[in-house]
């Protein structure tokens, strides 16, 4: 599965960002899907994910309440939408493919990472 991160750029705090991840060669929609970010020494942190369904998310606590995860099953695209972005937030973020149709944290396939900067 080659899957294609887009959307990320350099905002203020207090702005929002809509990140993009679409599938191509290969269809996920068995599979959860998740959000993923790194910064700079540090290894790469669970953001967020959504089942097969999409009708069940999860969020890490420093995103619950700013940052939601949809997916669109006939595009074959998860997203991330993020507000109330804090300069915290920034990283690289990177979109994932369940090996299960529920998050399981088992990685299946990763997409190449898209920057968010965020300035205070």
């Known amino acids: 599965v080659q899957l294609q991160a887009s959307g990320g750029g350099l905002v203020q705090a207090g702005d929002s960002l809509r990140l993009s991840c679409a599938a191509s060669r290969r269809t996920f929609t068995n599979n959860a899907l998740a959000w993923f970010r790194q910064t700079p020494g540090k290894e790469r942190e669970f953001v967020a994910a959504v089942d097969w369904s999409g009708g069940t998310t999860s969020y890490t606590d420093a995103v619950k309440g700013r940052f939601t995860i949809s997916r669109n099953k006939g595009a074959n695209t998860v997203y991330l939408q993020m507000n109330s972005l804090q300069p915290e937030d920034t990283a690289v973020y990177f979109c994932?493919?369940?090996?299960?149709?529920?998050?399981?944290?088992?990685?299946?396939?990763w997409g190449q990472g898209t920057l968010v900067t965020v300035s205070s």
């Open positions: 994932a493919v369940d090996r299960r149709a529920v998050y399981s944290g088992s990685i299946q396939s």
